[in-house]
């Protein structure tokens, strides 16, 4: 069955460092999806992405966050300066169509420090 | 912004106990999902809804759309040890998804 795959499973940075989480959507998906959990919280919407564009985008996902698909089957989200909040589980999620079943990935955990 | 708030937050249940859970929003969505999360993991998808006053069953899940289209409830019949997590509904439109504050269920054996 295809699924959302993340890498890394777990990612340590120093603040004020860059990281770029990577992320292989479903292979026939067109709508991707990048979401943050705090730790024991609830799933927060960052970015939806469509045709090489940002659809939406919540007051969370500001300047220092930015998003890529650098080739036909990678979905990145990059944070420029990593700050001591912004550690949490990040996941991409894809989708065939909008208004549709969303498939997540595992995740990875970003442990700034 | 858009919020949903679900409840209960949590709950303790005998097994083979039927659970019920509900969301509620102030806003319409166009979708409903429902979605398990255990412990360091991604949600995974249990139910999805398109149409409002839709009934929609996975096994001994059974999800309906409100016919306002603001909120919807999930139905787990005969619960079991496995299906202690926390549970989550997101309702969807215009190209992003709002999830609910989530329903930590544990099971007692």
Known sequence: EPEVTQTPSHQVTQMGQEVILRCVPISNHLYFYWYRQILGQKVEFLVSFYNNEISEKSEIFDDQFSVERPDGSNFTLKIRSTKLEDSAMYFCASSLVTDYEQYFGPGTRLTVT | ?109
């Open chain 2, 1 to 109: 912004g858009q919020q949903l708030n679900q409840s209960p937050q949590s709950m303790f249940i005998q097994e083979g106990e039927d659970v019920s859970m509900n969301c509620t929003s102030s806003s319409i969505f166009n979708t409903w999902l429902w979605y398990k999360q255990d412990p360091g993991e991604g949600p995974v998808l249990l139910i999805a809804l398109y149409k409002a006053g839709e009934l929609t069953s996975n096994g001994r899940l059974t999800a309906q759309f409100g016919i306002t289209r603001k909120d919807s409830f999930l139905n787990i019949s005969a619960s079991i040890p496995s299906d202690v997590g926390i549970y989550f509904c997101a309702g969807s439109g215009t190209y992003k998804y709002i999830f609910g504050t989530g329903t930590r269920l544990k099971v007692l054996a």
